[in-house]
């Protein structure tokens, strides 16, 4: 059962992710999915194509006829339940992709009628696989459709007002899938770039395919001192990005504010580990700012539910509902940063002329899955009569574990719904009152250890 998580199925290849547990995932989830048609593709990692045959075997055993798009990044899979292929719009889609894990690890990313299937239905679906039988194998069921093509035309035709811009754009693919758009897109539209890592490789030998680690961008900030103006850097399947300038590492809520400077009032809406600055700075332009839950799925859901314009997650997760679907894709933000600097837009400028915070990088405490939910909730309880050295609490957000919000800052703690920890992030005006809100809250957080 650890393989199935909060917002995906993931594990490692052959001996949590083999022919067994695959196909019951596939013969299981096709019982969910109410048309005909599943789209699938997978990302970079060796056994990739193992596990889509094995997927495939699941879903045509289950009823449903598969629509294979091969190599492709997530946001072209996602792109594929918005389109029609020879008369037939699929019903869901599952891309295969360990994302920014390690090479051993794969996983199933699935969207069922355009909305993400997460949560209670994985773990119901994981329930379900651990009770079945083996189903009785059909005849193989799989069209070939080519979503890349498709999705990069779809690019190219949205953004060809950036046609032959003079910006000189670096970019990192990690030796994850991005490479496989983004040469096609940045050529067609005669753009000056330099790729570094482009060819996929699953066993990804030149670093790590998770740009929210600054060790990863050593390569390209290098390149950018001496060949850009700006920086791109990619996850393993294309659906987090990193951007950066001579002077910034753009954060995910950061890109944010920038790309609502072109949309009129729009609702913006934040995970609790986006900076206070994003959510004042938005409503201050006039903006409808929302504060939610952690996860691509969670702000997904939520941006369906207030029709909103954009979403964020610090990690670079950026989701454009705005001239566009409406999930996260790194080429697509990609290029809308890019229409900012084409616009006249001076990122660092712009930056610059926000308040000063001083914010730690998200600070991980290990503890244990079985208690990882039971310290948030005791935490919350010592919160209720803290100690008397404690900073003065001006209100508290409990969206998502606990946001305290103090007079010159604040403080999260909140437990991670991938791996055993609990995460924690602090931000103030003032560096020193930082220090003393991370350490109020960790000290809370020993204390909840030990009553339980």
């Known amino acids: 059962m650890s393989i199935y998580r909060e917002y995906d199925i993931r594990g490692i290849y052959e001996k949590e992710l083999n022919e067994a547990s695959v196909v019951r995932i596939g013969y299981a989830l096709a019982s969910k999915i109410n048309g005909e048609y599943v789209a ?61 894990n390690p090479s051993e690890y794969n996983g199933f990313k699935i969207t ?69 758009v983004t040469e096609d897109i940045f050529s067609r539209l005669e753009l000056k770039t330099k790729g570094l890592y482009v060819n996929p490789d699953g066993t990804f030998p030149n ?83 929302i504060m939610y839950k952690t996860g691509h799925s969670n702000l997904k859901v939520k941006m369906k539910e207030t029709n909103a314009d954009l979403a964020c997650e610090v990690s670079g997760h950026v989701f454009f509902k705005n001239r566009y679907f409406g999930y996260d894709d790194a080429i697509y933000a990609t290029l809308r940063m890019l229409e900012l600097i084409h616009d006249g837009i001076d990122l660092d400028a712009e930056l ?27 935490v919350k309880e010592l919160l209720q009569n803290p100690p008397a050295s404690f900073p003065k609490i001006k209100d508290i957000i409990d969206v998502d574990g606990v946001r305290i919000n103090f007079e010159k800052g604040w403080g999260l703690v909140r437990a991670s719904n991938t791996t055993p920890v609990l995460v924690t992030r602090f931000e103030s005006t003032d560096a020193a009152e930082a220090k003393v809100y991370e350490k109020a809250i960790n000290d809370l957080i020993s204390e909840a250890k030990k009553t339980l």
């Open 40 to 100: 699938v593709g997978y990302d970079a990692r060796s056994h990739s194509p193992i596990l889509f045959e094995y997927l495939v075997r699941g879903l045509n055993a289950g009823g449903k006829k598969v629509l294979g798009m091969g190599l492709v990044p997530t946001p072209v899979n996602y792109f594929t339940n918005y389109n029609e292929w020879d008369g037939v719009t699929p019903s869901a889609s599952v891309m295969i992709t360990g994302s920014h």
């Open 112 to 180: 069922i009628d355009k909305t993400p299937f997460f949560g209670e239905d994985i773990y119901a679906l994981g329930r379900e696989c651990e009770a079945m039988e083996m189903p009785t194998e059909v005849a193989r069921d799989v069209t070939e459709i080519d979503a890349l093509k498709r999705y990069v035309d779809f690019l190219v035709g949205e953004f060809q007002h950036l046609k032959g811009m003079d910006t000189k754009i670096v970019y990192d693919c990690g030796n994850g899938v991005a490479g496989v």
């Open 207 to 289: 670093h790590h395919p998770d740009p929210s680690d600054e060790h990863n961008l050593e390569d390209v900030k290098k390149l950018l001192q001496t060949d850009g103006d700006i920086a791109f850097a990619y996850d393993g399947d294309a659906d987090r990005i990193a951007v950066l300038t001579h002077k910034n590492n753009i954060k995910g809520d950061m890109m944010a504010l920038l790309y609502a400077m072109k949309m009129e009032k729009p609702t913006v809406i934040g995970e609790v580990k986006c900076s206070q600055v994003m959510y004042d700075e938005l409503t201050r332009r006039g903006a409808n700012a």
């Open 352 to 378: 610059a002329k926000l308040p000063q915070v001083f914010s730690t990088e998200e600070i991980k405490v290990e503890t244990t899955e079985s208690q990882k939910f039971k310290i948030i909730e005791k």
